[in-house]
């Protein structure tokens, strides 16, 4: 559009320069999407979220499941192994038992 256009616009012009003042903050966002783009959007990030929650829970459950096997063995071998079977289990047991209770420390700060 040339300067000799702009004086033919049909649609009124605004100047910002005259409707913002020293004290106002104002924020300016242009966007195209319609309101079916919106809908589909926010479905899209719905879906996403709730995979996102699914997969979580499935990684915990699995975390949850290998660690309990693991517990159960060193607690077997604890108490049915020799000295040295029963010090490295000892050190695992103390290592899972830390790892529950910071978790649950964690999980009080939310």
């Given amino acids: 559009m040339t300067d000799s256009d702009q004086g033919k616009s049909s649609e009124p012009q605004i100047n910002l320069g005259q409707i913002v003042g ?4 104002y924020e300016l966002t242009v966007s ?3 309101s079916e783009d919106a809908v ?5 990030e719905i879906a ?3 995979l996102s929650r699914k997969m979580t829970y499935v990684l915990f459950c699995f975390a949850l499941l290998i660690i309990s096997i693991i517990f159960v063995a060193c607690v077997y071998t604890f108490a049915t192994g020799i000295a040295d079977d029963k010090k ?3 050190g695992i047991v103390s290592a899972i038992a830390s790892g529950l209770v ?4 964690g999980q009080g700060k939310k």
């Fill in 40 to 44: 589909v959007r926010r479905s899209k």
């Fill in 48 to 50: 996403d979220a709730e």
């Fill in 102 to 105: 910071g978790f649950l420390v």
């Fill in 22 to 25: 020293k004290d106002h903050k």
């Fill in 88 to 90: 490295w289990a000892a």
């Fill in 32 to 34: 195209n999407e319609t």
